[in-house]
């Protein structure tokens, strides 16, 4: 069944972005983007059809930290690793989304330290002395915001 809702501005603009995203870090033209930005490809559950989706990630511990409310994370499968573009090169991972306050409020801290501008998006901020901020990742964990931790393999 297809959808009823037409597409907003807002959200053509975000595909046709999108777009844009993925020819560049898929090009030689990657490096412009490639130290912020990966590429995550998920089949849909019902459908199978593949989505590939420009993502702002971090590094931790030989990880990527993706932190996440959209919708592509629910079509991750358990034990079934992801395709994932990273600094030009198609790898697989093996993923983990991650939910639980302790843990996120650690990994949440490297997010925003390399990227301040998801917590932005996010809503979640880092406090002065450089800890996460307890209510603003409690209200982004209740909005449905989760971190994917991807291991590329």
Excluded: C
Excluded at 36 to 53: D, Q
Excluded at 106 to 111: A, F, G, P, S, V
């Amino acid at each position: 069944m297809t959808s009823t809702k037409a597409p907003t501005a807002q959200s053509r603009l975000q595909r046709v972005g999108d777009a844009i995203v993925r020819f560049i870090l898929r090009s030689p033209l990657h490096p412009l983007l490639s130290k912020r930005l990966v590429i995550v490809t998920v089949s849909g559950r019902k459908t199978g059809r593949e989505y590939a989706n420009p993502v702002g990630y971090a590094e931790h511990e030989g990880h990527l930290l993706i932190g996440t409310a959209a919708n592509w994370r629910h079509n991750l499968i358990p034990g079934t690793p992801v395709r994932i573009h990273l600094r030009g090169n198609t790898i697989q991972a093996a993923h983990e989304v991650i939910t639980d306050e302790p843990r996120a409020t650690t990994l949440y801290r490297e997010i925003l330290t390399q990227n301040p501008a998801h917590g932005r998006f996010a809503r979640i901020h880092l406090d002065p002395d450089g800890t996460v901020n307890l209510p603003s990742l409690r209200g982004a964990l209740s909005r449905g915001t989760a971190i994917v931790r991807l291991r590329p393999l």
